[in-house]
């Protein structure tokens, strides 16, 4: 019976799909835009303009500008909306974090303004099973934890500093439950970081070596996390595993070719993982590519990747392409420097 409802759940969620652009004409925007985040309404959208941050209303693909802000010194690089504090994340290469209030945007103000890194940030990761604790990696190689109280609290402070990365961290990603996180650096480091028990501490508990730095990472899954080294058309598959009888750690098993290698990329435009849709959305040179994983009908600790999807953009962007996935995998919103716009592409499935 397991097993036909297991087969019954893979088929319900293998068929082919694309996200199609929803209007050829996006909102024109000349400058660089490094960040895009939407909230979990799919009623707001936040896009960085140099060191300003476009506020934009959001309707069913639809887009209308409702303010600009600006209090970074410099390029904003990262964007992030809390689920369930009504506050977003901006974070710049000026070195600050500014956390915002998300309502009330006619007259928008911010709650706090954090200082801990000495150079630029250059990723956020914010943990949904605990909205009171979020992460920060920076072009000073330092990892920080920051957390408040309480939801209703406007103060956050930095409790933990981890530096064993010695270069800037590229991107960061909690797992499902909440309790690891994974960095990637220009170390040629993968770091896997995990939360003591009944404790507030994080220790470092497992460190992969490369042989080629990379701008990508996600967790899959609490068992499975995806690398993509920098300029190659392999995107590795690390699953964690027995390698002594009481020891585990992740280990490279599996490598899926994926478009964009050896072409030009930046590191800013995290991955997104939708476990909804099975999806994720990887960047790689001037490729969105967009990849399907499905649940083993044999093993709960297996996936198989399938239908794999791309939106290619002109290589007159040299990888210059910035973008998000709505937290229901409904839209995907990205800006590309060729056409200089935002564009909206929507999910749809073929039958």
């Known amino acids: 019976m397991l097993n036909q409802e297991c087969c019954a759940s893979i088929q319900l969620n293998n068929k082919p799909y694309q996200y199609e652009l929803i209007s050829k004409d996006g909102i024109h925007q000349q400058q660089l835009c490094y960040a895009i985040a939407i909230n979990d309404s799919n009623t ?14 959001f309707k069913n693909g639809q887009m209308k500008q409702l303010q600009q802000i600006q209090k970074h010194t ?5 964007l992030n909306f809390f689920k369930q504090r009504p506050n977003f ?8 974090i500014i956390i ?49 109280q309480a939801p209703a609290t406007s103060e956050w402070s930095c409790f933990q500093t981890i530096k064993e990365h010695t270069n800037t961290i590229y991107e960061c990603s909690f797992n499902e439950d909440g309790n ?36 990508r990472l996600k967790f899959i899954n ?9 300029s190659s058309n392999d995107l590795r598959i690390y699953k964690l595993s027995m390698t002594a009888p009481t020891k585990e750690a992740y280990i490279n098993t599996q490598n899926i070719p994926i478009h964009g290698g050896e072409q030009s990329c930046m590191c800013y435009y ?82």
């Not at 410099?74 to 990262?78: G, Q």
């Not at 994340?89 to 600050?96: F, I, L, N, Y």
């Open 44 to 57: 707001l959208l936040t896009c960085s303009a140099y060191k300003n941050i476009k506020i934009l209303q």
């Open 74 to 78: 410099d390029w904003v690089t990262t």
């Open 89 to 96: 994340v901006s974070g710049s290469q000026d070195a600050s």
């Open 100 to 148: 915002w209030f998300s309502i009330l945007m006619i007259n928008p103000k911010y709650m706090m303004k954090l200082k801990g890194h000495s150079r630029l940030i250059s990723c956020v990761a914010l943990n949904h099973i605990n909205e009171n604790l979020f992460i920060s990696g920076s072009g000073d190689g330092k990892l920080q934890f920051w957390s408040s």
């Open 180 to 215: 690891q996180l994974i960095t990637c650096g220009q170390d040629c480091k993968i770091l896997i970081i995990e939360k003591q028990h009944n404790q507030q501490q994080w220790d470092v508990k497992q460190v992969i070596q490369l042989n080629r730095r990379g701008y």
């Open 222 to 230: 609490n068992q499975t996390f995806v690398f993509l080294p920098y």
């Open 270 to 351: 995290p991955s997104q993982y939708n476990k909804q849709k099975n999806i994720l959305i990887i960047k790689n040179g001037c490729n969105v590519n967009c990849l399907r994983f499905l649940q083993s009908p044999y093993s709960i600790q297996f996936l198989d990747c399938e239908y794999e999807y791309q939106i290619v953009c002109d290589q007159k962007s040299e990888g210059n392409i910035f973008g998000t996935l709505s937290n229901d995998g409904e839209f995907l919103i990205y800006w590309d420097a060729n056409s200089k716009e935002i564009k909206v592409r929507k999910y749809t499935e073929n039958f």
